[in-house]
């Protein structure tokens, strides 16, 4: 019992002196030493911009919006906003001139913008246009301003050809768009992304996607796309090397798995941007662990928060980045209030406060909730009021819901333990009307916050069957944030004295009985989480360690490099086997050259070898089509002599067959791929042509919805021929006499990784009671056989028309070796 209390009592002084002083975690970069941010290369001033902007934005719950928060970060950290307008076509001479950015003073740019020309005046196009895009309500304010500089711009880029630069303004002018919530946005960035992929421009596609997600509006529907996106961008910045973009589009990707409710998956994610920082021993890692600290205590776990949050604590002191001391030592405060430890968690709330007071930051009502409810449990209720009173004079919370609702929050609190009861109303009456707000874009995360303090005031006016009411369903509600389990103990404190005042012993015995068991429950937590404060405390000491350890064996190889030195200068014998060595250097070098001219010409042979090869494969593929082409054109002079209909109908359909094959052919020898044809430019030339051989006076539209996907010619040829198979049929049986309709296509890859293709059309279906299975047909047989070629299912439904369906697996590596046009003619 001495050992287990003294341990206890050990991690309680480590635990309270690292909160004052931000001891080092085992992750902390040991060699920083402090240097203003402006010194260090672009990519970090970027990275650092925008993961400070990420986390203002996320504190706030999205109320200050991105472009709020880049700007309030860049005022903090002194960083100019530079580094991200610029981001793909900013240089140092550019820099140079940009100094009117952060003294919001445009007009120094559209001075500078008419003294340019060429290239020199298409950046400043796209500067200006980026200030003005990345200005707060863009949309409302200076869409005129963005929409002149920035198609300006492209008009420029045209004449200069330089598509890149081009690409960057859609990409900003996108941004507003989207920001504004208007669909020309998204139009813009599926133009934009096709158009990088088609010219091969990976970097500005990452900065697409990541620009996408980033400023697409949080809301339910758009929430898968915003991770897509973003998880996209984070391969191809991976790809690039990039390793800071990497960094930022996994962080943006793990607080959005984090929104969603995905936490193993926002912890698994966060935890490599993480790695990534320090990696690359990028100095400003607090965020990354915020964000880390964040998720794991959503978690529930213990160790790892205490540890993230002790860590983001000491990084951001040694840089001097005021942006989240307030923040961050509230979390400290929390995990350990949650665990009992008033004391401890009072003195660093205290410490918060006055962060947020120099800052003027309202969030400091958050804070004062905890002080209040602490103070007034020790008699300073009176005191506690006076605080709240006369920190309103210096803070007033005029900026987002969440600082105005804590603000009437804690003013209840004090008006509360004090009995003015009608004050209480009036604010509980205001936190109400804000919360009801806010529950319009977001969960309903404080209305347990209401329930509570409503349960009190009832009971404070006497009307206890309410209040027990309230506050049993509030114990009851899902913990929609942190909350301390001596909070809760109180309440069951405070439920059990009602239930003495309304004499009701049955009700006190079981609200007695959920106290005992919570307060074991609190007792078994405190313990799991001192033996992983332990073990934190163990990995800090091993860690440091291993530092003096390494220190101390870098100093040894020093003493020990100097000492050889010495000796190999002082000693000819070592002179003598320098000179030998480099001259077997000398002579291997010179036959290492020799072989690298023998592998040289070998290389150019085999390259020879495959261009002949290449050219030999277009032209096979181009005599194939012309082949084909020929066919048609004999099968369409032979339908002019024949008067069977029939006849003449069953050769128009091997034409149109045909053609589907000779497309395939044509698309192969026109592209630099040989294997491979893209299915959406393919699918609507056939449908296009389908439509053209037969007179529907546009009676019959065709929408479509295909995927970018490339398919082998091995599955390329039986899907297109089913498709032009489904086309026919409809143009022939779906629409009879004049009727009009709508036949839709879609091919899309499930989310079992099968591709699927669907035909449907709203005409008048399959006759009552045909079946598919038994009806002989060398349309529906041809169907089958080449749905069996691609090793998938065909199923045909009747429902308002005829919904047809194929799913297949595409193919891999695995080529088929037998001739795709000699299957097809078998199956004929």
């Given amino acids: 019992m001495f050992k287990l209390a003294l341990t206890c009592l050990l991690v309680s002084v480590m635990i309270q002196v690292n909160a004052q002083t931000g001891a080092s975690s085992p992750n902390t970069l040991p060699t920083y030493t402090y240097h203003p941010p402006q010194e260090d290369k672009e990519s970090w001033q970027r990275l650092y911009l925008l993961l400070s902007s990420t986390f203002i934005n996320v504190v706030n719950e999205g109320q200050v919006d991105l472009d709020s928060a880049l700007f309030k970060a860049s005022h903090s950290l002194g ?12 240089d140092q001479d550019l820099f140079k001139e940009s100094q009117w950015i952060d003294r919001k003073d445009p007009a120094t740019g559209v001075r500078q913008l008419s003294a340019a020309s060429g290239r020199k005046r298409l950046q400043r196009l796209l500067l200006l246009g980026s200030y003005y895009a990345f200005q707060r309500n863009s949309y409302t304010y200076f869409r005129d301003s963005v929409e002149y500089y920035l198609q300006q711009a492209i008009a420029e880029s045209r004449k200069l050809n330089e598509p890149v630069m081009g690409r960057h303004a859609l990409c900003l002018l996108g941004k507003m768009y989207l920001q504004a919530s208007n669909s020309q946005g998204d139009s813009i960035y599926a133009r934009l992304i096709r158009q ?7 970097q500005t596609e990452a900065k697409a996607l990541a620009y996408r997600s980033r400023y697409t509006r949080p809301m339910g529907a758009t929430f898968p796309g915003k991770i897509n996106d973003t998880r996209a961008a984070a391969a191809i910045y991976h790809s690039l090397g990039n390793t800071e973009g990497e960094i930022n589009a996994l962080t943006d990707a793990g607080y959005l798995f984090t929104a969603s409710g995905q936490l193993e998956t926002a912890h698994e994610i966060l935890e490599q941007a993480y790695r990534l920082a320090e990696s690359i021993q990028f100095p400003y890692i607090h965020y990354n662990a915020q964000a880390l600290s964040m998720v794991n205590t959503f978690m529930g776990k213990f160790g790892e928060p205490l540890r993230y949050t002790l860590e983001m604590i000491k990084v951001s002191e040694n840089c001097r980045d005021s942006i989240g001391w307030g923040y961050f030592h509230s979390n400290l405060a929390l995990m350990l209030s949650s665990e009992g430890r008033e004391e401890e968690s009072f003195a660093v709330i205290e410490k918060a406060i006055q962060h947020f007071l120099r800052q003027r930051n309202p969030t400091v009502y958050n804070q004062m909730i905890a002080v209040v409810y602490r103070m007034s449990q020790n008699g300073k209720s009176k005191e506690a009021l006076e605080m709240v009173k006369n920190i309103s004079t210096q803070v007033t919370p005029q900026e987002t819901l969440a600082d105005q609702f804590t603000y009437h929050y804690a003013f209840a609190y004090g008006y509360l333990y004090n009995n003015q009861l009608k004050m209480v109303e009036w604010h509980l009456a205001k936190m109400d009307s804000l919360e009801t707000l806010a529950e319009t874009f977001r969960p309903p995360f404080r209305r347990t916050d209401i329930d509570e303090l409503t349960g009190f005031l009832l009971m404070k006016k006497g009307e206890y069957r309410k209040a027990r009411k309230i506050l049993d369903a509030h114990l009851l509600a899902p913990r929609s944030r942190l909350r301390p389990l001596t909070a809760d103990l109180d309440l069951y404190r405070t439920l059990i004295t009602i239930d003495s005042l309304l004499g009701d012993d049955r009700s006190a015995v ?6 005992v068991t919570l307060l074991d429950a609190t007792f078994k937590v405190t313990k799991v989480r001192q033996a992983e404060e332990l073990q934190v405390l163990y990995q800090i000491q091993e860690k440091e360690g291993q530092i003096s350890q390494l220190t101390q064996q870098a100093a040894l190889e020093k003493e020990r490099s100097k000492r050889d030195a010495l000796l190999r200068n002082l000693t000819i014998a070592g002179i003598i086997a320098v000179l030998i060595i480099a001259g077997l250097l000398y002579r291997q070098n010179r036959l290492k050259q020799g072989a690298n001219k023998v592998i040289s010409l070998k290389n150019e042979q085999l390259q020879d070898l495959v261009d002949d090869k290449e050219w030999l494969l277009k032209e096979i593929h181009h005599r194939v089509k012309n082949n084909l082409q020929i066919v048609i054109s004999l099968l369409n002079s032979q339908s002019v002599y024949i008067d069977n209909r029939d006849a003449r109908t069953a050769i128009n359909d091997s034409q149109r067959r045909m053609q589907a094959m000779a497309l395939i052919h044509q698309k192969l020898y026109l592209s630099d791929n040989m294997s491979c044809i893209a299915m959406q430019d ?13 007179d529907t006076e546009k009676r019959i539209v065709f929408e479509q919805e295909i995927e970018p996907l490339d398919l082998d010619v091995s599955q390329a040829i039986p899907l297109g021929l089913i498709i032009n198979e489904c086309i026919v049929n409809v143009m022939k049986y779906a629409f009879p006499g004049s009727r009009e309709g709508t036949v839709r296509l879609t091919l899309h890859q499930d989310s079992d990784d099968r591709l699927v293709l669907q035909i449907v059309d709203n005409g008048v279906g399959l006759p009552a009671g045909l079946d598919i299975s038994r009806h002989n047909s060398l349309g529906f047989d041809l169907m089958r056989g080449l749905a069996k070629q691609l090793g998938g299912t065909l199923t045909f439904k009747s429902d308002n028309g005829l919904h047809i369906t194929v799913r ?3 193919a891999t590596v695995e080529r088929v070796e037998k001739s795709t046009v000699n299957e097809i003619m078998a199956i004929s």
């Fill in 808 to 810: 297949f697996r595409k």
């Fill in 682 to 694: 393919y699918i609507n030339e056939l449908v296009s042509y389908v439509q053209e051989s037969f």
């Fill in 510 to 515: 079981a609200h007695y009985k959920k106290y």
């Fill in 79 to 90: 960083l100019s906003r530079f580094s991200v307008l610029s981001e793909g076509f900013g």
């Fill in 196 to 202: 990088c992929r088609d010219a091969g421009d990976k």
